[in-house]
T-cell receptor, first 111, second 113 residues
Framework: TQLLEQSPQFLSIQEGENLTVYCNSS?????LQWYRQEPGEGPVLLVT?????EVKKLKRLTFQFGDARKDSSLHITAAQPGDTGLYLC???????????FGKGTRLHILP | DTAVSQTPKYLVTQMGNDKSIKCEQN?????MYWYKQDSKKFLKIMFS???????INETVPNRFSPKSPDKAHLNLHINSLELGDSAVYFC????????????FGPGTRLTVT
């Protein structure tokens, strides 16, 4: 069974600080997605990474896919209160195209 | 325009009842899904339909039965509701398949008392 472990589960930091969220697995994925979910809403896709070692930037957010396509990280520079939310990583199975989600990282940025 | 819509937004019902949640997408996607998100925010896929045909059915009690009248609709019917069914249920769609971006509905918060 493929599993995606996200860490940390909870993170509360001051505005302006940097942070990194990790998504790890022992399985290889064909691609990996990061979603952000706000209270009372469904998750919204932030980025998809496909190639091992790939780095994608979305303003202050930097996403990296591990060389072996088993892990990923999300780095936020100079966090802002608007970054508050639940961040979910999702891996697409390398063999069966099944999607599995990590348990999420709840991020709270204090003004 | 709402891309993926679900009704109702909230559903409170008693144990043993039967209820349905409706989902519609106007994105023209071929693939639709139902997810369950528990109180710890763990999001787990339940079903996936591709062009009205069931392609994924995870380990879900057979009290849960999805129905897809056409590729724009995927409804979820739940029989004999149990306390453990309380959760937020999300409908989603994607194109061309699971590797594509998932567009989620706003969720239906089901509370079984």
């Amino acid at each position: 069974t493929q599993l995606l472990e996200q860490s940390p589960q909870f993170l509360s930091i001051q505005e302006g600080e940097n942070l990194t969220v990790y998504c790890n697995s022992s399985s290889v994925f064909s691609s990996l997605q990061w979603y952000r979910q706000e209270p009372g809403e469904g998750p919204v896709l932030l980025v998809t990474v496909v190639t091992g070692g790939e780095v994608k930037k979305l303003k202050r957010l930097t996403f990296q896919f591990g060389d072996a396509r088993k892990d990923s990280s999300l780095h936020i520079t100079a966090a802002q209160p608007g970054d508050t939310g639940l961040y979910l990583c999702a891996g697409i199975g390398n063999r069966d195209d099944k999607i599995i989600f990590g348990k999420g990282t709840r991020l709270h940025i204090l003004p | 325009d709402t891309a993926v819509s679900q009704t109702p937004k909230y559903l409170v019902t008693q144990m043993g009842n039967d209820k349905s949640i409706k989902c519609e997408q106007n994105l023209g996607h071929d693939t639709m899904y139902w997810y369950k998100q528990d109180s710890k925010k763990f999001l787990k896929i339940m079903f996936s339909y591709n062009n009205k045909e069931l392609i994924i059915n995870e380990t879900v009690p057979n009290r849960f039965s999805p129905k897809s009248p056409d590729k724009a609709h995927l409804n979820l019917h739940i029989n004999s509701l149990e306390l453990g069914d309380s959760a937020v249920y999300f409908c989603a769609s994607s194109q061309p398949g699971l590797g594509g971006e998932q567009y989620f509905g706003p969720g239906t918060r089901l509370t079984v008392t």
